[in-house]
């Protein structure tokens, strides 16, 4: 059988491009988003681990050493199985700090460029092996289907295609951390080719070649050689090597890491693929012993790496080999693309831009990702030159498998993220640099010395390979174990370890920017990063943030700067992020826990409560509880840290002030608005720790409130500030006292009256008397001014009696319906025949239609009272106005005059019994408290406003609020 | 941190009798398939313990 070349080339060229175009239609948003983010398209896009190495290679390890080959499907289930512990932890560091490769991850963790540059370039020196796996299957499965062309060229023109569809994919946005949906719908398609060829082959060898599960058990006894392979028992050593190996890999790979960690970012997702994983991959595991056993019955196992494709052949299936072959085309091509945009970003950031960094210019953008395209190339390149030296000379599962092992290296280190936060820098580098230098030295220096496939014999007839795996890799642990314990670690390396660790919340890791403005950071960044980049970068975060461009408060700045170094991370990695950030740092201590970061602390804590457990969630709901208790006080709270900014605010205080806790958090007390600023200031610096019944204007209205503190420590900043509102008593308070003084001058009143109405009444008939007595006209003049005098002091006498009486009497009130205008029109009529009432126009504006419900008698005394004073106060020929307007429940009645009106300090004690402003012998000064008696008495109130005219700057206006029933 | 702690003293554990398991597969009298059905029984039990995971949880 030969396949024609230009099918061939057909078949590969269509494949490559519908997968760019499955790319293309899901970025362009043609595909369903439910489909895009369905946890399945995540879990199959993960499939992107099953290179050719399970595809092809799987076979001749499984024909060698039976269920060895299993290894790797078992170790990176183990890997999934452990989601919770381990992926799922680096998933949150990776996405909080927007690291996009191991060597991010490294560099951030150790704070340290050299851990970046370090895992860069291993992680190059491992995986170019397995790339040059990669092209070498594609090749010959090729020249096994078509042996008219040279598999040099076929790999030319295999890596050239790949690297084009490399850079359209992966290097169209300088973002690392830009969210390429494309790339996931593209590698998940591939899975499912790879998933599908595989259980169609799978099938059609069990029924077609085994004639079904029957006709297979039936073969197996009848050839139990074949079975014994798989009864042999383990290496148990190399066993162990390779599940750890394997294990490793799946998490530290460059390929396995892109797709888990920075194209996806959701933690649901991980989750789910916590056993969907181990699903697919068990699938693809099952199918290979029949596959494999229907090649060794048509005889076609000899060469069992391509013994997928070679089945198809020997049945003379079109079908059956070209599926094998697309199949081949996806497991090499999906790992090929995203390892090499994952290679390319860690060279970026950590060889590259340290060496040669970002230039201040518009272009910046540009340059990035034609570096990265560049980048993308010499990863090619060099594959395709590793192929054709190395690579062609060597058994394709051989070499892939110490390619894998060689990723088990980093294992330590991201143990040590995870777990250890005494791990340190030094210890990483050294363990790193001597794990990888004695294996790199004795297994991959092998590879690169050997010419021809007997060189290949004696590596891998080395029984102890995988025991030299085993050595370097304890010499990698202890010598990061004790370098780690001899050396110490930088302030700034704990805190950043500290934020690594699992359970731990996001910190802010670096020194803190002595900046208030978001255009401050601006100018920072703008030497580096050009004015336009900068204010860019700065502008998208603060929209991310949603917050606006200007003075910002600490949090606010805590999160813009958190998030710019991410946001930075993602285009030029953690290192060269933070060295943009931290250009102006002087030292500042870093140990410590600050005001900001509690509140950092706080909010996450809210957030988190579900991911504690054990003593953490049992304080977390101790804290919990402390932090309700003052939060719902009854009373304001607030509490200063030693600098004297605010770390605490409660909702009472909230509520009290009207200054929200976001807006007052961290700030000096101080720097409060008015009068809030001025007043909790000043009390917070006086010596005596209660202030009482302190009187405040807010808005117009009068407060009293009291205020008393607690110092929190020794410092004398440090303080707990309660805020206690007593408008409320004092305002009872004070109409107690009113109440107390109107009943005293009542009885006083009453006893008055009695008193002096015997003696008047007395003087009243003498001078009666006197006028029959005489005849002399000054003594009947005297008599009638002592009369006039009497009744005078008697109408004085009455009045006092009826105020004393007013309130007593409740139960005598008689409450009827009354018609507001023919009561008003009443009054008015009476005033009218005063003489003073007669100059003056007196004008009732009230709707015959509003009724209300009192006692005619006593709201007549309130008109008439009212009006008298109005008509007394306006000049000559003036106006006096009634009016009268219905609310909902209530009838608010308005007598206006053009008078002079009334002072402010005389507007307070206007309704006080005995004040007046008449002339002495004019008014008695008790028919406003009068009134104000009987409003109270039928549940309303009064209120006076002057000057009524603001225009003309006079007037009075009373305002009479009455309940309709 | 406890409960992490017990779970890796369980997985090295797991991992260092793993061999022991490799011995007991081969026994001829078990069927090929038989690592596969402990895989699928695993597999299983994760996922009925991922179902169970609290929605709110990271």
């Known amino acids: 059988m030969n396949f024609n070349l230009t099918e061939l080339?057909?078949?590969?060229?269509?494949?490559?491009?519908?997968?760019?175009?499955?790319?293309?239609?899901?970025?362009?948003?043609?595909?369903?988003?439910?489909?895009?983010?369905?946890?399945?398209?995540?879990?199959?896009?993960?499939?992107?681990?099953?290179?050719?190495?399970?595809?092809?290679?799987?076979?001749?390890?499984?024909?060698?050493?039976?269920?060895?080959?299993?290894?790797?499907?078992?170790?990176?289930?183990?890997?999934?199985?452990?989601?919770?512990?381990?992926?799922?932890?680096?998933?949150?560091?990776?996405?909080?700090?927007?690291?996009?490769?191991?060597?991010?991850?490294?560099?951030?963790?150790?704070?340290?460029?050299?851990?970046?540059?370090?895992?860069?370039?291993?992680?190059?020196?491992?995986?170019?092996?397995?790339?040059?796996?990669?092209?070498?299957?594609?090749?010959?499965?090729?020249?096994?289907?078509?042996?008219?062309?040279?598999?040099?060229?076929?790999?030319?023109?295999?890596?050239?295609?790949?690297?084009?569809?490399?850079?359209?994919?992966?290097?169209?946005?300088?973002?690392?951390?830009?969210?390429?949906?494309?790339?996931?719908?593209?590698?998940?398609?591939?899975?499912?080719?790879?998933?599908?060829?595989?259980?169609?082959?799978?099938?059609?060898?069990?029924?077609?070649?085994?004639?079904?599960?029957?006709?297979?058990?039936?073969?197996?006894?009848?050839?139990?050689?074949?079975?014994?392979?798989?009864?042999?028992?383990?290496?148990?050593?190399?066993?162990?090597?390779?599940?750890?190996?394997?294990?490793?890999?799946?998490?530290?790979?460059?390929?396995?890491?892109?797709?888990?960690?920075?194209?996806?970012?959701?933690?649901?997702?991980?989750?789910?693929?916590?056993?969907?994983?181990?699903?697919?991959?068990?699938?693809?595991?099952?199918?290979?012993?029949?596959?494999?056993?229907?090649?060794?019955?048509?005889?076609?196992?000899?060469?069992?790496?391509?013994?997928?494709?070679?089945?198809?052949?020997?049945?003379?299936?079109?079908?059956?080999?070209?599926?094998?072959?697309?199949?081949?085309?996806?497991?090499?091509?999906?790992?090929?693309?995203?390892?090499?945009?994952?290679?390319?970003?860690?060279?970026?950031?950590?060889?590259?831009?340290?060496?040669?960094?970002?230039?201040?210019?518009?272009?910046?953008?540009?340059?990035?990702?034609?570096?990265?395209?560049?980048?993308?190339?010499?990863?090619?390149?060099?594959?395709?030159?590793?192929?054709?030296?190395?690579?062609?000379?060597?058994?394709?599962?051989?070499?892939?498998?110490?390619?894998?092992?060689?990723?088990?290296?980093?294992?330590?280190?991201?143990?040590?993220?995870?777990?250890?936060?005494?791990?340190?820098?030094?210890?990483?580098?050294?363990?790193?640099?001597?794990?990888?230098?004695?294996?790199?030295?004795?297994?991959?220096?092998?590879?690169?010395?050997?010419?021809?496939?007997?060189?290949?014999?004696?590596?891998?007839?080395?029984?102890?390979?995988?025991?030299?795996?085993?050595?370097?890799?304890?010499?990698?642990?202890?010598?990061?174990?004790?370098?780690?314990?001899?050396?110490?670690?930088?302030?700034?390396?704990?805190?950043?370890?500290?934020?690594?660790?699992?359970?731990?919340?996001?910190?802010?890791?670096?020194?803190?920017?002595?900046?208030?403005?978001?255009?401050?950071?601006?100018?920072?960044?703008s030497p580096r990063l050009g004015k336009t980049t900068a204010k860019r970068e700065i502008d998208q975060a603060l929209h991310e943030l949603n917050l606006v461009s200007g003075e910002l408060n600490a949090i606010d700045l805590v999160r813009l700067r958190t998030h710019t170094e991410s946001r930075l991370s993602a285009l030029f990695g953690p290192v060269e992020a933070s060295t943009l950030l931290n250009q102006q740092i002087k030292t500042e201590s870093l140990g410590q826990y600050r005001t900001r970061d509690i509140h950092l602390l706080e909010a996450q804590l809210e957030t988190y409560q579900t991911r504690l457990s054990g003593l953490a969630a049992e304080l977390d709901n101790l804290r919990r509880h402390h932090r309700m208790t003052l939060q719902r006080l009854p009373l304001g709270a607030c509490s200063l840290d030693e600098k004297g900014q605010i770390i605490f605010w409660n909702e009472e205080m909230e509520h009290f002030t009207g200054l929200q806790a976001s807006f007052v958090l961290t700030r000096k007390l101080l720097n409060l608005p008015a009068p809030w600023g001025e007043l909790l200031n000043d009390f917070s610096r006086q010596d005596n720790n209660h202030l009482l019944s302190q009187h405040l204007l807010i808005n117009d209205e009068n407060c009293w409130l009291s205020l008393h503190k607690a110092s929190l420590a020794d410092d004398p900043e440090s303080m707990v500030i309660l805020l206690e509102n007593e408008t409320d008593n004092q305002l009872l308070v004070n109409r107690l006292t009113h109440n107390e003084r109107l009943a005293s001058i009542g009885r006083f009143a009453a006893g008055v009256a009695h008193e002096i109405g015997n003696p008047v009444t007395g003087i009243a008939c003498l001078a009666q008397n006197l006028k029959y007595e005489t005849d002399d006209p000054y003594i009947l003049e005297s008599a009638e001014q002592i009369v006039t005098q009497t009744q005078r002091i008697t109408r004085i006498v009455q009045s006092l009696v009826r105020f004393a009486h007013s309130g007593l009497n409740d139960e005598q009130q008689h409450l009827e319906k009354i018609n507001l205008k023919e009561l008003t029109d009443e009054a008015l009529h009476l005033v009218s025949m005063d003489s003073r009432g007669q100059s003056l126009q007196l004008n009732n504006n009230i709707d015959s239609s509003i009724h209300l419900s009192g006692d005619p008698q006593r709201l007549m005394q309130v008109f008439i009272n009212l009006i008298n004073n109005a008509c007394d106060a306006s000049p000559d020929h003036g106006s006096v106005w009634l009016d009268a307007t219905r609310e909902s429940n209530s009838v608010v009645i308005t007598i206006t005059d053009e008078g002079s009106g009334i002072s402010a300090e005389h507007i307070n004690k206007l309704f006080e019994p005995f004040f007046t402003t008449k002339d002495p012998g004019k008014g008695t000064g008790l028919g406003l408290s009068l009134v104000y008696n009987i409003i109270e008495e039928h549940y309303g109130s009064i209120n006076v406003v002057s000057p009524a005219n603001k225009n003309q700057n006079n007037g009075t206006q009373m305002v009479i609020t009455l309940p309709v029933s | 941190m406890h409960f992490y702690r017990v779970l890796i003293v369980l997985v090295i554990g797991g991992y260092l009798l793993s061999p022991i398991l490799d011995q007991w597969w081969p026994n001829s009298s078990t069927p090929w398939y038989r690592p596969f059905i402990i895989w699928a029984a695993l597999i299983l039990i994760i996922a009925i313990l991922e179902r169970r995971r609290r929605s709110d949880e990271f």
């Not at chain 1, 199949?327 to 790992?335: K, N, Q, R, V, Y």
Request: with cysteine; proline share 4%; net charge neutral.
């Open chain 1, 9 to 525: 080339i057909f078949i590969a060229i269509a494949y490559l491009t519908a997968l760019f175009g499955t790319a293309y239609i899901t970025e362009r948003g043609w595909i369903s988003k439910r489909i895009i983010y369905h946890p399945v398209t995540y879990v199959l896009s993960l499939g992107v681990f099953t290179s050719v190495w399970t595809f092809y290679g799987t076979f001749a390890l499984a024909k060698e050493s039976g269920y060895s080959f299993l290894a790797s499907y078992l170790g990176a289930s183990a890997a999934f199985f452990l989601a919770p512990v381990i992926l799922i932890p680096i998933l949150r560091i990776t996405r909080t700090y927007q690291l996009s490769s191991l060597a991010d991850l490294f560099a951030f963790r150790f704070r340290s460029a050299t851990a970046g540059t370090l895992t860069a370039i291993f992680s190059l020196i491992a995986i170019l092996p397995l790339i040059s796996i990669q092209i070498q299957a594609v090749s010959d499965s090729l020249h096994i289907l078509n042996q008219d062309f040279s598999s040099d060229q076929i790999a030319i023109g295999f890596c050239t295609l790949i690297a084009l569809f490399a850079i359209l994919v992966g290097a169209r946005n300088p973002s690392l951390r830009y969210n390429r949906t494309g790339l996931i719908v593209a590698m998940a398609t591939g899975s499912l080719i790879k998933l599908i060829a595989m259980i169609t082959i799978a099938l059609y060898a069990l029924f077609e070649v085994m004639g079904g599960p029957g006709g297979l058990e039936q073969w197996l006894l009848q050839h139990p050689q074949e079975l014994a392979i798989f009864d042999t028992p383990l290496d148990s050593d190399m066993w162990r090597t390779m599940l750890l190996g394997f294990f490793s890999a799946i998490i530290v790979m460059p390929h396995t890491f892109h797709m888990m960690f920075t194209e996806n970012t959701s933690s649901n997702s991980l989750h789910k693929a916590s056993w969907g994983m181990p699903l697919y991959l068990l699938i693809m595991a099952l199918a290979v012993p029949p596959i494999l056993w229907a090649g060794i019955k048509l005889g076609i196992a000899d060469q069992p790496a391509f013994l997928i494709l070679n089945l198809g052949i020997q049945l003379d299936s079109n079908f059956l080999t070209t599926l094998a072959f697309i199949g081949g085309l996806t497991a090499a091509s999906g790992i090929i693309i995203v390892a090499t945009i994952s290679i390319a970003s860690m060279l970026q950031n950590h060889l590259i831009l340290p060496l040669m960094p970002p230039l201040a210019t518009q272009r910046l953008y540009s340059r990035l990702l034609w570096l990265r395209r560049i980048l993308i190339i010499v990863m090619m390149l060099c594959s395709y030159l590793f192929y054709s030296t190395v690579g062609l000379n060597y058994n394709l599962h051989w070499l892939g498998t110490l390619a894998f092992i060689t990723f088990m290296q980093f294992l330590p280190g991201i143990l040590a993220t995870l777990f250890w936060p005494g791990a340190n820098r030094n210890g990483f580098c050294l363990g790193l640099i001597a794990g990888m230098g004695i294996w790199i030295s004795s297994m991959l220096t092998g590879l690169l010395g050997g010419d021809t496939l007997t060189a290949d014999a004696v590596i891998m007839d080395y029984d102890n390979w995988h025991q030299i795996a085993i050595y370097a890799l304890t010499a990698n642990i202890i010598i990061f174990l004790l370098t780690s314990i001899l050396t110490r670690s930088s302030q700034e390396e704990i805190a950043s370890a500290s934020a690594c660790l699992h359970n731990s919340l996001q910190r802010p890791v670096g020194p803190q920017l002595n900046i208030s403005h978001s255009d401050e950071l601006v100018e920072l960044l």
